[in-house]
């Protein structure tokens, strides 16, 4: 039930609290669709989660934007650095890190309107003109974008974000961010009450793998 | 005289507001030594800049290290990709980033005993064992590695951090934070307000280039 509700909150451009699972990261994360963004809920994201503000596509995107994953590209540009490289993180799987972004349009890139102009147009070129990521988009920039391995592959936040995307008829962009607590991840009963006090819906990744 | 006073903070511990001028990005950022770094204070960092918390280490420290430019590393690994590049950045710099890194002891690598823990070690490996660089951490991770250029080739909050530190005789890491306000970055006169507020150093850029 709890996901039929998450489903149509999303859909209205509501925000979402999504717990991984306790043997995971055992992390909350805030989420919600790109195409819904603006400044203020930047502003919420850095003032009441606290991670980094991050966004996933899916793989068949990214590959139709000839994005490759981090350590790809890190491992062709840098093989002598090799050793430096992620195989697999404390938690078990491979990061979902591809590159950080930021729209041309931007000043610096970080303050709230010039990420919420990163993510709206990145949310844009993947729903309608893809083959025009690079000629909108440089790098370094201050978004991190995360590319999705499929919830049959891989039960991260990336994933699960995509996931309900998918359910919820939402193609494009997802935008996530690490809920955090005084000096570790926010506890999740921390997270329900978030959640509860804000209106806003709890799911756990298991409501939608299990 | 307000140099002496933010060198004199600095050698204690203390953070400092740096707002680098009108005709640059315009932004404040909240740094500090690394040796002194805490998960107290990445939580003020996340809380009351909330930018990105990253870390700068002089260019030949980076060297020593083995460490690239971001930049240098993608066009090597990313030829096809060579134009999404940034060259410039809309402020007129090139950007400073060189890679996101972890300490291999963290978790997730996000929450604030994960992020002080990485910058604590960077901080030692910088001053005390640089070799051990590659062996002691991973990419991609969730801080931020920015290498500077010396003050008298680029201006940014980089470059002062490290001026600052290598006046008050500190070797080693910088930890710095964009300070946002509503919407934008966070205007000067309320930097100066917050540093006022909490009995911080506020400096400007010019007091250490002009």
Known sequence: MAIGEALAQLKKGEMVVVFDSESREGEADLMFSARFVSPKKIETLRK??????????????????GLPFFTDIFERGAPELKELTCRKTAYGDKPAFSLPINHREVYTGIPDNDRA??????DEVVRERKGDFMKEFYVPGHIFLLIGRGIENRRGHTELALELAKRAGLDGAMVLCEMLGTGKALPKKDAMEYAKRNGLVFIEGKELTG
Do not use: S
């Not at 009441?48 to 934007?65: H, P, S, W």
């Not at 102009?117 to 990145?122: C, D, I, N, P, V």
């Open 48 to 65: 009441e989660a606290g991670g980094l503000i991050c966004v996933a596509i899916g793989k068949q995107d990214a590959e139709k934007m």
């Open 117 to 122: 102009l990163t993510l709206k147009k990145l």
